[in-house]
């Protein structure tokens, strides 16, 4: 009954489908996982919508022209200022939100190319920690 498991063309073949799984489908379901994430995050931050609405209004906090007769340089004035300022503001924030979606971005990109290194790199590490230990410990 256990002869069946040690054979040696099943223990090929389980081999070769690990090797298959190791090197070729984990990392293209990290490189997946890592599109899902960058995708998410860009519709999260919605960078096409904050470049479109750059220097919107911010908030809808603006003041419409007086309609009186006659000209009111001090109500244009302040009106004039009140709409400058509420831009400005709205560009502001927006440029940081921008820039917060770019450092996200850039967070998730350095956390998956650790993530592939380490997978990659993880078997040369059993390797020589196996080495190290049979070295030290075993005569």
Same mark, same amino acid.
């Given at each position: 009954?256990?002869? =069946? ?5 099943? %223990?090929?073949?389980? %081999? @070769? ?7 070729? #489908?984990?990392? /293209? ?5 890592? /599109?899902?994430?960058?995708?998410? =995050? @860009? #519709? ?5 919508? =904050? ?11 603006? #003041? #419409? ?12 004035? @302040?009106?004039?200022? %009140? ?13 940081? /939100? ?10 998730? =990109? ?18 020589? @920690? ?10």
């Amino acid at each position: 009954m256990f002869s =069946l498991i040690f054979h040696p063309l099943l %223990l090929l073949r389980v %081999l @070769g489908m690990f090797i298959l799984w190791y090197v070729w #489908e984990m990392p /293209a379901g990290i490189v997946r996982m890592y /599109a899902a994430y960058a995708l998410a =995050l @860009g #519709e999260i931050f919605s960078f096409r919508f =904050l470049l479109r609405t750059l220097f919107s209004i911010w908030k809808g906090i603006s #003041e #419409e022209y007086s309609t009186k007769k006659g000209i009111h340089i001090d109500q244009i004035f @302040g009106t004039f200022c %009140l709409n400058t300022f509420s831009r400005v503001i709205g560009g502001i924030f927006r440029i940081l /939100a921008i820039l917060l979606g770019i450092s996200v971005q850039l967070l998730c =990109l350095t956390l998956f190319i650790i993530a592939i290194v380490a997978w990659i790199a993880y078997p040369i590490g059993v390797y020589f @920690g196996m080495r190290f230990l049979f070295q030290t410990f075993l005569p």
